[in-house]
């Protein structure tokens, strides 16, 4: 697992547009996080699993509150902290998901990546059309930003802006989606 | 799906992040909520009409309340980003506030007793404590709507914060109205009218926070 300068380095240089090091830093952040969630969710590997993934949405959407003057695991567990606790409350809140299913005993040296419970593919087709489309060019069928503009007929700021609009919504719906 | 394929997918195309001009929208944010608490003041409560020769109590008020304002600044600033420190930012807080009891008492002890009460009181119920965070409420919107493009992870906590900073916006605002000049009436339930402006932020803006 890399240590922090390495880790700030790769959110660095993602942070000024090198995709490959954005791609290693969420890469060992999901082994950070799962780490973490799978440590305070023993036994529930799945919703860990979920977590990581909301989590992870988050970490890449809200990356631009990272200031590189502040340590970055500090910025890094706080939003694994929020997400957990955001977690939690909903549980509480929607009961049936209690919490007494918690087994603190259990050791899971593993933390290779478990399924997530829910489906981020049903979540995207609940986004606005405009941003469904362009989340779905461009992330999951590999197009460039520019040819997704052609395609559409709008702007490539259009599109970087519906994307990330896109995803902060789909970050809200996983979250919304957990614990049914 | 898979969440190696949701990091392929986020960072698949993701280029540069935008530049976040969060000082500038700050700025703005703040301006707006001051013009939007002038302009209350004026269709809701009047002006003084002795604004004019008033003018020196008036600047104190108003200074006093962005000074409160200015102090409250940097704890707001930390609490909009997720993991930064607080230490001295709340530490300057609450000197402010012994500040504001010393300032009480040392005023109080310069007026003739009998005039001490009336001093303090400013001679009526102190209606700022109700009428600034009134006041407070437009900019208190506006920086709610500005730190939910951020990601605040202590939202009670962030939510006192924009409670206090909007408390000190409305106070400026609320100057232009108080017809009290005391100093000591001011130390006290300005920052009162302040503080719980704060408190209502823990409460009804921390809801609004959660992203």
């Not at chain 2, 000049?181 to 009804?204: E, H, K, N, P």
Request: aromatic fraction near 6%; charged fraction near 20%.
């Amino acid at each position: 697992m890399a240590d922090e300068a390495a880790l700030k380095a790769l959110l660095l240089q993602g942070l000024a547009g090198d995709d490959a090091a954005h791609r290693a830093f969420l890469t060992e952040a999901a082994a950070m996080l799962r780490a973490y969630f799978r440590n305070r969710l023993r036994g529930r590997a799945e919703d860990a699993e979920d977590l990581v993934q909301e989590t992870l949405v988050a970490l890449h959407t809200r990356r631009d509150s990272y200031d590189a003057n502040y340590p970055l695991t500090a910025w890094l567990y706080a939003i694994a902290r929020y997400r957990l606790i955001d977690f939690l409350r909903r549980a509480k809140h929607r009961a049936h998901a209690s919490l007494d299913g918690i087994d603190v005993g259990e050791v899971d040296p593993e933390y290779g990546a478990s399924d997530a419970k829910r489906d981020i593919g049903v979540l995207l087709g609940k986004l606005p059309e405009k941003q469904r489309t362009a989340i779905r060019m461009v992330k999951l069928e590999e197009k460039s930003v520019r040819e997704t503009a052609e395609a559409t007929g709008l702007t490539e700021s259009d599109i970087k802006i519906s994307i990330h609009r896109g995803l902060k919504t789909l970050m809200r719906l996983m979250a919304g989606e957990q614990t049914t | 799906m898979k969440t190696d394929d949701l990091i392929d997918a986020l960072a698949r195309g993701a280029g540069p992040a935008e530049r976040s001009h969060w000082r500038r929208n700050l700025a703005i944010t703040l301006l707006a909520g001051l013009i939007a608490a002038a302009a209350l003041v004026a269709i809701g409560l009047e002006v003084r009409p002795d604004i004019g020769a008033a003018r020196m109590p008036i600047m104190f008020k108003a200074m006093f309340a962005a000074a409160a304002a200015a102090i409250v600044l940097p704890l707001t600033v930390q609490l909009m980003k997720p993991g930064r420190p607080l230490g001295w930012r709340i530490g300057a807080i609450l000197l402010f506030l012994g500040l504001c009891a010393l300032a009480t008492i040392v005023a109080l002890m310069g007026e003739m007793p009998e005039r001490r009460w009336e001093a303090w009181m400013g001679g009526a119920m102190p209606w700022c404590v109700v009428l600034i965070p009134l006041l407070a409420a437009p900019a208190a919107v506006l920086l709610t709507l500005l730190m939910r493009a951020f990601a605040p992870t202590r939202l009670t906590l962030a939510g006192a914060a924009i409670g206090a900073l909007s408390g000190g916006v409305g106070a400026m605002a609320y100057a232009m109205y108080c017809p009290v000049d005391s100093v000591a009436f001011v130390t006290t339930w300005y920052a009162l009218g302040i503080a719980v402006s704060a408190a209502l932020g823990a409460v009804l803006v921390s809801r609004f926070l959660r992203w």
